[in-house]
């Protein structure tokens, strides 16, 4: 089953149709690996101290349909492969059980300093691959 948040839509993450601005799920798919990796047992600033950071390397965005003010989605997010210094996600928007939005997005670990490719964290690889097979 994948990790997942409810998000409440609030004004400020909508155009002027009250329809979320695309961009915005970006946004809620970043709180949703966020999440993920705090159930992981990481936070971010663990990283940092550690010299690691991740960045997204490729995304491939599908919107189906619009969510609108006031409604509560769920981001649901699922690994699908797990690599030496990088991972893919599979994230979701949800809405009433409903597919809104979804989303590959591969995700590579580089060093804080010069950005170049390192090795997961081995424990934090162990635990991802334990979510991944969980799921």
Known sequence: MPDSIDIRIYYEDTDAQGVVFYANYLKYFERGRTEFLRKC???????????????????????????LLDQVIKVESSLTEVKKASFYFHQKVILDGELMCEAKVLCGCVSLYDKKPVALPSELRSKMIDRKDAS
């Open 41 to 67: 047992g990481y936070l971010q600033n663990d990283l940092l101290k550690e010299g690691l950071i991740f960045i997204v390397n490729k995304l491939d965005v599908h919107y189906k349909k619009p969510v």
